[in-house]
Nanobody, 116 residues
Framework: QVQLVESGGGLVQAGGSLRLSCAASGIIFSIHAMDWYRQAPGKQRELVATISSRGIPSRDTTNYADPVKGRFTIFRDNTKNMVYLQMNSLKPEDTAVYYC?????WGQGTQVTVSS
């Protein structure tokens, strides 16, 4: 069965960095676009970043939500069935559960907490 397993969340001070990882199994990873979403307490889940899959890393395209542009970077390693979210210059408003997503599949989420 399809599994998406996130890791890398934690507690960090404002201005710090974290790298989230998502390990995919049960899908032909290289042909699927991958996304990161987040959900803060009392808020709707929102799309953070997307990376396409064109089979050639240099041709993958990425898109970011406005609040994270210039601070977050999504990238993938098709040889390892992994997608990552590098988060720099973190702000308290980035605090949320972060989810890996592809097609109709979701991971269980990883908590990111940014203290001020």
């Amino acid at each position: 069965q399809v599994q998406l397993v996130e890791s890398g969340g934690g507690l960090v001070q404002a201005g710090g960095s974290l790298r989230l990882s998502c390990a995919a199994s049960g899908i032909i990873f290289s042909i699927h676009a991958m996304d990161w979403y987040r959900q803060a307490p009392g808020k709707q889940r929102e799309l953070v970043a997307t990376i396409s899959s064109r089979g050639i890393p240099s041709r993958d395209t990425t898109n970011y939500a406005d609040p994270v542009k210039g601070r977050f970077t999504i990238f993938r390693d098709n040889t390892k069935n992994m997608v990552y979210l590098q988060m720099n210059s973190l702000k308290p408003e980035d605090t949320a559960v972060y989810y890996c997503h592809s097609s109709v599949y979701w991971g269980q989420g990883t908590q990111v907490t940014v203290s001020s």
